[in-house]
């Protein structure tokens, strides 16, 4: 398999529930990853992709939500304001969709991918993003946020996406 056709983990895969580390700096071999980490997730159609569901324990996401990929790394979400209930799916929960209560606003710190410290302030889809990829870093997926109804209506979708991961 080449990096540019990294597997995307689903649920039950035991990487997905790790608290990730932290990256200690950022040299050729990680940027190759991460671009393959963009193509990855371009390729699927997302609109982030978090270390762990390619299979790396390292606290580091891409995403793209139309102002074209970005690499953020070691993510500490400082600040939130507001809030806003909306459907999200994942790349991990394929056909599954859960409504999430997140923050309309947040400020993130961040390192990018050329070990730059940065800060971002934003809202909206990109805000969302970075909380749910952020979430992922921590061993936390969409279906924790779920009501009993909706692990139930999942229920059949959640098993079948475990059994593959015995498999």
Known sequence: MSLSTLKVRTYG?????????????????ERMVM????????????????????????????ADVDDGPMVIINPEIVKRGGSCLLEEGCLCLPEVTIIVKRAEEITVNYTDENNQSMTLTCNGLLARVIQHETDHLDGVLIIDYATDEEKAQFGEQLERLKAQQKE
């Open 35 to 62: 671009n393959a980490m963009i193509e990855t997730m371009h390729q699927s159609k997302g609109v982030g992709l978090a270390a762990p569901q390619v299979g790396i324990t390292q606290r580091f996401f891409v």
């Open 13 to 29: 895969d035991p990487c997905l529930r790790k608290k990730c580390v932290p990256v200690k700096e950022v040299g050729s071999s």
